[in-house]
């Protein structure tokens, strides 16, 4: 790999030892997937919030030692100078207002909230969710980013035209230190055009036909394609396309497509295909619909709903409205639970809008910062959950043993409040 005089400084000490292993780890990284140099960068998003299982793990319960061990693989404990690049801490894995609620111990809660704290001190900011382009992280189109989150980087990728590759923990830790990542994958022109051709012959409108949508292109390409999406007859919004990429992403390994005068870098499917034939020709019609339906409630034998699990993604305002007027008058339901995700700052606005009172005091509870997959935490006794997110339904069933239940939000609500699940299929 080519370095330039100042990645090439960084890796023989003059910024640290912190810094030069950092360098050594993309350098062992870059030559691995054959990068042939390093790009810049200035928008790093990873997780690096540390409870009591990393601290078992590297034997040590210092945040420098969580953060050499798990964020830069290195082999003893380095003292971690501030970031060099912006860096942004993703979701994790504790709601530090509602972390009683997980059944987290006051030692874990303690442990996770001295790592957050180390991150702040260390210039980390600290968005706390999935979805950092709700909350101020919007990259622009071109810009080099170092991301994690799938769901996260094919939104970045697609909808805003920034370019990431799905990044891990490691590479982003070295990232934040470096401000440099790898220049492989999708930073690079040519490894962004379309490679499949989705022929969409229904209506794709609602959410839930969105993240239908999604979760069968994820299941039908294989992980490198770039699916241009032709045929959507009606424009979606963020809240749309956040669920579309994150269900391609879960059910596949989705991290760009293209819906050609939509997203930002093709006006139309020959632009999308840079003039290539696709490789390959998909029809999405009714009948692939109801696949992707079946498929996301397979695991579900039972009715009775323990927990509706709202924002997967992470809910925009709109979406904390929408359940608060569908719960207008209504309570949830005894021995349900509705929960309601969002990135911590827009928690606070829900706050100051009345939609947190709102929804307490129809017996839901708006939480942030985590999720149920990520965290790993249920109700007591769960065994069946509903949610309008094709990817927590595609995920708890297999994290947590539970049944899922895919519908509407309109759906997901009306289980909440009776209990019982009564959602069709589209
Ligand atoms: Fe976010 Fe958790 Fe879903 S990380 S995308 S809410 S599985």
């Given at each position: 790999m080519r370095l330039t005089d100042d990645e090439r400084a960084m890796l023989d000490g003059a910024e640290g030892e912190a810094v030069a292993a950092a360098m050594d780890l993309l350098v062992r990284y870059g030559e691995v997937l054959g990068a042939e140099r390093l790009v810049d960068t200035d928008n790093v998003c990873g997780a690096n919030l540390f409870g009591s299982r990393h601290s078992l793990v590297c034997g040590s319960p210092t945040p420098d030692a969580a953060f050499s061990e798990h964020?830069?693989?290195?082999p003893t404990v380095l003292t971690i100078p501030p970031v060099k690049a912006q860096s942004y801490q993703l979701?994790?894995?504790?709601?530090?207002?509602h972390w009683q609620v997980q059944g987290l111990p006051q030692a874990e809660h303690d442990e996770i909230m001295a790592s957050e704290r180390y991150n702040a001190e260390h210039g980390?900011?600290?968005?706390?969710?999935?979805?950092p382009y709700q909350v101020g992280n919007v990259p622009l189109k071109g810009e080099h980013c170092a991301w994690m989150e799938s769901s996260a980087v094919v939104y970045v990728n697609s909808v805003l035209g920034a370019r990431t590759n799905v990044e891990g923990r490691e590479s982003t830790g070295a990232a934040m230190l470096t401000g440099k990542i790898p220049y492989w994958g999708l930073h690079l022109?040519?490894?962004?055009?379309?490679?499949h051709l989705v022929e969409v012959g229904v209506p794709v409108t609602s959410n839930r036909d969105w993240g239908l949508l999604g979760y069968w292109i994820g299941e039908q390409v294989p992980e490198e394609a770039i699916p241009v999406v032709d045929g959507i007859t009606a424009t979606p919004d963020l809240v749309r396309l956040k669920h579309f990429g994150a269900a391609a992403a879960s059910s596949g390994g989705v991290e760009m497509y293209h819906v050609p005068g939509?997203?930002?870098?093709?006006?139309?499917v020959e632009e999308a295909l840079a003039g290539r034939a696709p490789q390959v020709r998909l029809r999405y019609g009714a009948a692939e619909r109801q696949e992707a339906y079946e498929h996301l409630n397979a695991?579900?034998?039972?009715?009775?709903?323990?927990l509706v699990m709202i924002g997967c993604p992470h809910a925009t305002l709109g979406q904390i409205r929408d359940v608060v007027r569908l719960l207008e008058g209504r309570r949830v339901h005894d021995g349900t639970e509705l929960w309601v995700f969002t990135p911590r700052a827009l928690r606070h606005v829900a706050e100051q809008n009345g939609y947190a009172q709102a929804l307490a005091d129809a017996g839901a509870l708006l939480m942030s910062d985590t999720c149920p997959a990520i965290g790993q935490f249920l109700p007591n006794g769960t065994r069946v959950v509903a949610t309008d997110s094709a990817k927590q339904v595609h995920y708890l069933p297999a994290i947590m043993g539970v049944q899922g239940l895919f519908g509407t939000l309109a759906e997901c609500v009306d289980a909440a409040v009776t209990g019982t699940w009564r959602g069709d299929a589209p």
């Open positions: 964020s830069l693989d290195a979701i994790g894995p504790m709601d530090t207002e980390i900011h600290l968005l706390n969710t999935c979805t022109d040519g490894n962004r055009h379309g490679t939509i997203t930002a870098e093709a006006r139309t695991t579900a034998t039972d009715t009775d709903v323990d």
